[in-house]
């Protein structure tokens, strides 16, 4: 299994990042994915999770209406497309794979991770 994260970087505040995550070495179609993020000194958070298929989404609160996941099953590729970045965004961000379909399984292995940092 092999996850590999990019399009992190500094954005102002009210900015927009795309994150992709590129996947290899499992049937991508068939498994969760999600997006988790680590601020400095605090843990880990999920940040959004996308079923296998791509219908099912759940966001944490602190994201909803800011942050949409999403995938390219054709691309084995999965995304975080985030609008309206505010500093309390900035962390490092994760891929991360899931261990079934659906987007109750737990999480069985993650990407290394990028940056974004929102700073005017």
């Known amino acids: 299994v092999h996850l590999v994260e990019s399009g992190g970087g500094l954005v102002q505040p009210g900015g927009s990042l795309r994150l992709s995550c590129a996947a290899s070495?499992?049937?991508?179609?068939?498994?969760?994915m999600s997006w988790h993020r680590q601020a400095p000194g605090k843990e880990r958070e999920l940040v959004a999770r996308?079923?296998?298929?791509?219908?099912?989404?759940d966001y944490a609160d602190s994201v909803k209406g800011r942050f949409t996941i999403s995938r390219d099953n054709a691309k084995n590729t999965v995304y975080l497309q985030m609008n309206n970045l505010k500093p309390e965004d900035t962390a490092d961000y994760y891929c991360?794979?899931?261990?079934?379909?659906?987007?109750?399984?737990?999480?069985?292995?993650w990407g290394q991770g990028t940056q974004v940092s929102v700073s005017s």
């Open positions: 991360a794979k899931r261990g079934g379909p659906t987007y109750y399984h737990r999480v069985d292995f």
């Open positions: 070495g499992f049937t991508f179609r068939s498994y969760a």
């Open positions: 996308i079923g296998s298929g791509g219908a099912t989404t």
